[in-house]
Antibody
């Protein structure tokens, strides 16, 4: 059974960074691209970017290029997103989602990040 | 970026009635290969989104045949033939013709 297990809620101070994990199981981690999606409180879904765990290649939406850094550890089948220079605009739930070639076929449970001093 | 615009539903929708959710893209999602690069997802309250429809009209595995997708290159419809309590949530369309991948703003379905 495919599962994407994300880490727990995070609280970060303005200007700091947080790093969220997404541990994959039930499939070959390097066979699928992993995406990250942001959902601000009460809002819709916003694509952040993807990482190919096999090669480490990445692509980002323009607005997240200076905000997010995607990495992957193939030894632990875990994808990460680091969010830097946190502001209140970064308060949101962040999902990892596997790209099954033409669609997001599996999603993590989401991680709530709260930016607060 | 391709902008996805979704319509609203006349909530609440009576149980057993049909509901149609519209989605419009700022660019045709019809590829030269004949396929339309549009997906539909449902996000139930407190849950992660789940895939309903891909390639505009193909139901995902396990999805009820009460759900159907249709459309042209820029105008799309997700139809729920007979709404049930479990259909409550927010529906999103998403294009994958180009990066960045973009979603509609979501359409909320409430049941009466």
């Amino acid at each position: 059974e495919v599962q994407l297990q994300q880490s727990g809620p995070e609280v970060g101070r303005p200007g700091s960074s947080v790093k969220i994990s997404c541990k994959a199981s039930g499939y070959t981690f390097t066979d699928y691209v992993m995406n990250w999606v942001k959902q601000s409180p009460g809002q819709g879904l916003e694509w952040i970017g993807w990482i190919d765990p096999e090669y480490g290649s990445t692509d980002y939406a323009e607005k997240f290029k200076k905000k997010a850094t995607l990495t992957a550890d193939t030894s632990s089948n875990t994808a990460y997103i680091q969010l830097s220079s946190l502001t209140s605009e970064d308060t949101a739930t962040y999902f990892c989602a596997r790209w099954g070639n033409y669609y997001f076929d599996y999603w993590g449970q989401g991680v709530m990040v709260t930016v607060s001093s | 970026d391709i902008v996805m615009t979704q319509g609203a539903l006349p909530n609440p929708v009576p149980s057993g009635e049909s509901a149609s959710i519209t989605c419009q893209s700022s660019k045709s999602l019809l590829h030269s290969n004949g396929k339309t690069y549009l997906n539909w997802y449902l996000q139930r309250p407190g849950q992660s989104p789940q895939l309903l429809i891909y390639w505009m009209s193909t139901r995902a595995s396990g999805v009820s045949d009460r759900f159907s997708g249709s459309g042209s290159g820029t105008d799309f419809t997700l139809k729920i033939s007979s709404v049930e309590a479990e259909d409550v949530g927010v529906y999103y369309c998403q294009q994958f013709l180009e990066y960045p991948l973009t979603f509609g703003s979501g359409t909320k379905l409430e049941i009466k």
